[in-house]
């Protein structure tokens, strides 16, 4: 029999089986934003969640998983966009990596981290280039990889990088409206210039216009029934990236 000191110290078995974590890092679309304008879609309905019940559900040799739901409406990868902020009657900063570095940290120890930016890089007045877009996703790439050299560890290696391209946008009254003229042709180029990027960074990209569409309603958001296919190509791809 155990002593009482013995048996409040965790086995080895038990550790093993912590729950592995998972930072969605992402805008209105992680976030949750309802295309009809509503507000947020339901906590049990949009994406992040979804993907933390499916893997969970999955539950190989009885791991759990924990996802960190962190979108931010207008959110870019590194532009200030006052303009953005103000569409939603804030006045706080859009920008990625100024976020990043805090909610990575905030949620350690991570073993994966999915960048889903871009969307809103698109907008007309930020006059970016698809490839200008890009390359801010390579600057968040690097950021991650950064974090891991100072606070707790959980392995030898930082996290692993999903890389998501955004959904095509559409040209609707309301996504005009927020800025996004001209913004269909650039989104479609994002998926093929991620994917290069995410070979160059050895890092996992995963192309959301192979799997859903953005709501005609404006033109810009995952209605409820992208929900899951969204999360379940994520689940499928991240047990077989994540130590």
Not at 89 to 94: A, H, L, N, V
Not at 115 to 135: V, Y
Not at 211 to 218: N, W
Request: charged share 15%.
């Amino acid at each position: 029999m155990l002593s009482s000191d013995q048996a409040s110290i965790p086995s080895l078995e038990a550790e093993s089986m912590e729950p592995k974590s998972i930072l969605c890092f992402g805008d209105s679309n992680t976030w949750g934003m309802a295309p009809d304008g509503s507000g947020r879609l339901p906590f049990e309905t949009r994406w992040p969640n979804r993907l933390q019940q499916i893997l969970n559900q999955q539950n190989p040799h009885h791991q759990t998983w924990t996802v960190f739901e962190q979108g931010l409406n207008s959110r870019t990868w590194v532009m200030d966009d006052p303009l953005g902020a103000v569409n939603y009657g804030g006045d706080y900063s859009c920008n990625g990596r100024q976020d990043l570095p805090m909610i990575l940290h905030s949620c350690k120890p991570l073993h994966v981290v999915i960048l889903a930016l871009g969307c809103n890089d698109c907008k007309n007045h930020l006059n970016l280039s698809a490839e200008e877009i890009t390359s801010g996703a390579k600057i968040l790439i690097h950021d991650v990889r950064m974090s891991y050299q100072c606070g707790p560890r959980n392995s030898n290696h930082p996290p692993a990088i999903v890389l998501v391209s955004p959904g095509v946008i559409q040209t609707t009254p309301q996504s005009l409206a927020w800025g996004f003229k001209g913004a269909t042709a650039k989104s479609r180029l994002l998926p093929s210039l991620y994917r290069n990027l995410a070979e160059q960074e050895s890092v996992c990209c995963f192309d959301l216009q192979t799997v859903a569409e953005t709501s005609p309603l404006d033109g810009v958001h995952f209605g409820a029934d992208q929900q899951d296919p969204i999360a379940a190509g994520l689940a499928a791809l991240i047990p077989t990236i994540a130590s």
